[in-house]
């Protein structure tokens, strides 16, 4: 298995940026940043494979971006436009090469109105 770790969150004001960073100790697989808001279901935003290719929820397409670098076995998602609905604890789940689920701690986004 693979450690997973996240940054990057903080407080910031809607209309703001943030840009939140997933590193692991191994090869990531495919990639995805969920978050979970207070009372709710975890929930994915955006995913990306192991060749590039990006997915989003709908309700972050057009102002949030999943991108990667394997050579520093990193994944990064670049918030735009935020909005008080983002604000959540963000975790990245990595697959590792054994295709095994592997969470990190979590960041805390949270967006002031």
């Known amino acids: 298995q693979v450690r997973v770790m996240e940054s990057g969150g903080g407080l910031v004001q809607a209309g703001g940026s943030l840009r939140l960073s997933c590193t692991a100790s191994?090869?990531?697989?495919?990639t995805g940043w969920h978050r979970q808001a207070p009372g709710k279901q975890r929930e994915l935003v955006a995913g990306?494979?192991?060749?590039?290719?990006?997915n989003y929820a709908d309700s972050v397409k057009g102002r949030f971006t999943i991108s990667r670098d394997n050579a520093k076995n990193t994944v990064f998602l670049q918030m735009n436009s935020l909005q008080s609905e983002d604000t959540g604890l963000y975790y990245c789940?990595?697959?590792?090469?054994?295709?095994?689920?592997?969470w990190g701690q979590g960041t805390q986004v949270t967006v002031s109105s």
């Open positions: 789940l990595a697959y590792d090469r054994a295709k095994r689920p592997n």
């Open positions: 990306i494979s192991t060749d590039g290719k990006p």
């Open positions: 191994g090869t990531m697989f495919s």
